[in-house]
C-alpha cells in the first residue's frame, strides 16, 4: 500500500507553485531540512511534467501533457517518491500512469485506487476503465458518472460510451446524446464523430442525415480520420448532401494524408474514374458544408453544468 505522508508534508505541498510562501517556509529551515523541502518541490514538478495527461485539468499547467506511450519509465520512482512525500493524490495518478506504461496492472490500479480515495477526478477515469476490465461494470460506470459530473472530459466521453452500448447500465440514447456533446463542447473529436454516427446510423435516435454531416464535419476539423471518411461516403452518394465526388475525394485525401488505408483506396479508385480532389479556396474551406456546418463554440451542453445521473 502507498503510504500516506505526515500534516507537514501536506502543508509543503499545499505551498508549491508558490515561490513567496517556499521562502517564507525555508528562512526557518537548517540547510539539510532545506535541501529535503527544494528536493521534494522539484520530484513533484518532475512527476508533473514526465507524467501530466491533458485529460487532467487539475495538474500543474505549466508542463505540457504527456500521452501515455512517451511517457518515460524513470517517472514511476519520481511520481512514487512524490506521492510519499507530499500524499497529494495528483502524483498518485500519475504514478498509476507511469506503471501502466512500465505494464504494472496491479500496482496501477493500487496507485489509482489511492487517488480515487484522494477525490482525484481524472483518476476515477483509469481506475474506472481497470474495473471494467476485471468485470465490475457497475463500478465503472459509476466511477465514469462521477468524474463527468465534475467536468472531466473523457469521463464525459466514457459516459456516452457506456449509455450507448449499455455498459453497467441500460442503453439510453439520449442519454449517450448528452455526454458526447458534453465531451464535444470539451473539444473531444471522438465525442464528436460518435454523435454523427448516432444520427446516421438512426438505432438509438432518430436518423438525420444532414445532422449527422454537420457532426462528422466538425470531428474532420478537429482530425477525425474517420468522420473524414463518413463524410466522404456521404458525399460520394449523395447521402444528406447533394452528391459531389471532387468533394468526397477531398475528404478521402485528407484521411489519406493521416495515413488510413481505407481513405487511400477510395481516393485511388475515385482517381481510376477521373475524379480528383480539387483544392478549396480559403472561405470555401470555412464553409466546407455550406449552412449544416457546426462550428466550434456552436454547440452548448445541456444545461449549464452536468446533471447527475
Known amino acids: 500500500m502507498i503510504s500516506r505522508s505526515n500534516k507537514v508534508n501536506r502543508m509543503i505541498t499545499l505551498a508549491t507553485g508558490s515561490a513567496v510562501a517556499l521562502c517564507m517556509l525555508t528562512v526557518s529551515l537548517n540547510a539539510e531540512q532545506r535541501a ?16 501530466g ?38 502524483f498518485a495518478y500519475q504514478l498509476g500512469r507511469a506503471l501502466n506504461k512500465a505494464q504494472e496492472p496491479d500496482e496501477a490500479m493500487a496507485a489509482y485506487e489511492a487517488a480515487v480515495d484522494g477525490g482525484y477526478s481524472a483518476a476515477k477515469v483509469n481506475f474506472g476503465m481497470l474495473m471494467g ?68 446510423d438512426g438505432k438509438l435516435i432518430p436518423e438525420d442525415n444532414q445532422t449527422a454531416i454537420a457532426w462528422y464535419d466538425l470531428a474532420a476539423q478537429r482530425g477525425s480520420t474517420d468522420a473524414m471518411i463518413n463524410l466522404g461516403l456521404m458525399y460520394e452518394n449523395g447521402e444528406g448532401i447533394a452528391a459531389n ?17 481505407f481513405g487511400a483506396y477510395k481516393l485511388a479508385q475515385l482517381g ?6 480539387q483544392a478549396p479556396q480559403q472561405d470555401e474551406m470555412a464553409e466546407s458544408v455550406n449552412t449544416l456546418v457546426l462550428k466550434q463554440g456552436d454547440v452548448e451542453p445541456f444545461g449549464n453544468k452536468p446533471k447527475d445521473i
Open 133 to 200: 476490465r476485471i468485470g465490475d461494470v457497475q463500478a465503472e460506470f459509476r466511477l465514469y458518472s462521477e468524474a463527468a459530473t465534475s467536468g472531466n472530459v473523457l469521463a464525459q466521453y466514457n459516459l456516452g460510451v457506456a449509455y450507448r452500448d449499455g455498459l453497467g447500465t441500460d442503453a439510453d440514447g439520449q442519454q449517450a446524446l448528452k455526454w458526447f456533446e458534453e465531451a464535444a463542447v470539451g473539444g473531444d473529436d471522438t465525442a464528436a464523430f460518435n454523435i454523427g454516427a448516432m444520427y446516421d
Open 272 to 277: 481510376e474514374h477521373g475524379v480528383t480532389p
Open 36 to 51: 529535503k523541502v527544494e528536493n521534494t518541490a522539484a520530484l513533484q514538478s518532475d512527476c508533473d511534467r514526465m507524467a
Open 245 to 261: 465526388p471532387e468533394r468526397a475525394a477531398e475528404m478521402f485525401r485528407a484521411a489519406a494524408d493521416k495515413g488510413d488505408v
Open 53 to 90: 495527461s491533458v485529460y487532467d485539468t487539475d495538474r500543474n499547467l505549466s508542463f505540457a501533457p504527456v500521452d501515455i506511450d512517451n511517457i518515460d519509465v524513470q517517472a514511476v520512482g519520481v511520481c512514487r517518491t512524490a506521492f510519499e512525500a507530499t500524499g497529494n493524490p495528483r
